[in-house]
Each structure stands twice: as C-alpha cells, then as structure tokens.
C-alpha cells in the first residue's frame, strides 16, 4: 500500500463523479478509479440497512 492512499484506507475514498463520464467515480485523494455501479453495489452488501 502507498503512503498517499493511508487516507483512502482509514476513511475511505473521497469519491467524484468524473468529469465527462457520468458512469465512473474517481477518488479525490488517491486517484483510484471506480463504476458507479461496482461502488453502489458494494455498499449495499457492506450496509443493507442504507
């Protein structure tokens, strides 16, 4: 793990829709790149009651 993601991974990442792709979120701190779909399914199966 890289120093600059230790934010992302005490936190979580600071998603963003990215800027002409609606589909596909990028993290302000780290840069990881993510679907929307893939993260919002993601957190449905970490926190059902959201």
Excluded: S, Y
């Excluded at 005490?10 to 302000?28: T, Y």
Aim: hydrophobic share 40%.
């Amino acid at each position: 793990m890289r120093l600059r993601n230790i934010g992302c991974w005490v936190m979580g990442h600071m998603f963003r829709v990215k800027a002409g792709d609606k589909e596909i979120l990028v993290c302000q701190r780290c840069g990881k790149q993510e679907l929307v779909a893939i993260k919002r399914m993601r957190d449905n199966t970490d926190r059902p009651w959201v």
